[in-house]
């Protein structure tokens, strides 16, 4: 059975402040010269916490910011463009637990004839039990995971992230927001793996962390995948830390109010959590950089099972499998060897 580190929200919480402590080496940081003028950039999930930053960010930086909401929101858009000064933001319908939701996001990209530089998936929940989709997995397995491997595929095969017109100057980047508390997850279980699976509050986090993991190792086989001659587009995975944001939203009240003070009292900003972020997105310290992990500023390994090339593979398989059992559109990923 899949699990991941923690059993207790609170813990989990807790641990994630300690972490802003542990001594590690720092990355170089993100220079107020480090700029994106003229590059479009993807933001999912842009309308809360991390993402509305992350917006905020790259439009203030000089780039196109192509933000996604669940339902659209002018009001989000008013406000980026308010906070950034920039004008160059534009938002759309993107749910990621509905499978005709992706797809008429990708059409719109492509009738647009949008091309994406820096995508950055962060768009993620954190749910106190089990959900159904419309396609029959459990949501938090569907939002935090599988779609982001259906996004990527989209975009990589329609040329909306254009690998096959590498820049001179710029390879894209894909950016997958995870979170650190992913480590010590159980193997990846094939036997449950897009199953429905009920759970109640207590199994959410271990759900959550276990679900990081998947999504890491997915990262880490889709790098070896678009990769195979060399970078041809940077594609990593960070931890934006404890962040105070809207992720405890849907915990039930008193579980709420507790982790609530916390994340007030001791998280951080999303503006701030947003800057390491940005740094792996936009630096030219990450031209030609491919799977690597940030934890907040600080490089770090992953869990060890993610790298396992093995793993990789068979995730790999077993996710495009999956896909097809549940969507006529479905896909396979175009191999550029
Ligand atoms: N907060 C932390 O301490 C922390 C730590 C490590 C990693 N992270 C990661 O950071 C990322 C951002 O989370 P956050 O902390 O900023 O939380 P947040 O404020 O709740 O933001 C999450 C975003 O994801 C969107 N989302 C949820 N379900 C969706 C769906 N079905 N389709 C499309 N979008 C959906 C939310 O939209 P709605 O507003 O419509 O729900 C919201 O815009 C997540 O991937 C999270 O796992 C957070």
Redesign the pocket.
């Known amino acids: 059975m899949s699990h991941g580190r923690f059993n207790n929200p609170v813990v989990a919480?807790l641990a994630?402040f300690k972490d802003l402590f542990r001594k590690q080496d720092f990355a170089d940081r993100l220079k107020d010269d480090d700029r994106f003028d003229g590059k479009t950039c993807l933001v999912?999930?842009?309308?809360?916490?991390?993402?509305?930053?992350l917006a905020v960010e790259m439009a203030s930086r000089g780039a196109r910011v192509l933000c996604?909401?669940?339902?659209l929101q002018e009001e989000t858009l008013r406000k980026i463009k308010k906070k950034s000064g920039s004008d160059n933001v534009e938002v759309r319908t993107?749910?990621?637990?509905?499978l005709d939701?992706i797809h008429a996001f990708i059409r719109g990209l492509i009738k647009d004839n949008i091309k994406i530089d820096a995508t950055i998936?962060?768009?993620?929940?954190?749910l106190p039990g089990a959900r159904k989709t419309d396609s029959g997995q459990e949501?938090m397995f569907?939002?935090?995971y599988l779609?982001n491997v259906i996004l990527c595929t989209l975009l990589l095969n329609n040329e909306i992230i254009p690998v096959k017109e590498k820049q001179a100057e710029f390879n894209p980047r894909i950016l997958f927001?995870?979170?650190?508390?992913h480590q010590e997850s159980s193997y990846i279980d094939y036997d449950e793996f897009g199953k429905y699976i009920d759970y109640g509050v207590k199994k959410g986090i271990s759900h959550?962390s276990y679900y990081?993991l998947v999504l890491n190792t997915y990262a880490t086989e889709l790098s070896r995948q678009v990769n195979k001659n060399g970078v041809d587009v940077g594609v990593n995975v960070i931890?934006?830390?404890?962040?105070?944001?809207?992720?405890?939203?849907e915990a039930p009240f008193l579980l709420r109010m507790i982790l609530g003070a916390i994340?007030k009292v001791i998280?951080r900003s999303?503006k701030k959590?947003a800057l390491p972020v940005v740094y792996m997105s936009i630096s030219p310290d990450y031209e030609g950089r491919t799977n690597e992990y940030q934890h907040m500023f600080k490089p770090k390994r992953m869990d060890e099972k993610i790298y396992e090339e093995e793993e990789g593979k068979k995730l790999w398989d077993r996710s495009y499998e999956l896909w097809h059992s549940i969507d006529d559109d479905a896909e396979d990923h175009l191999n550029r060897e």
């Open positions: 919480a994630g999912t999930g842009a309308n809360s916490g991390l993402g509305f930053a996604t909401c669940r339902r993107l749910d990621l637990s509905k939701s998936l962060n768009a993620g929940v954190a949501e569907m939002v935090n779609s927001i995870s979170s650190d508390s959550y990081k931890c934006p830390g404890p962040v105070h944001s809207g992720i405890i939203k994340f998280f999303p959590a």
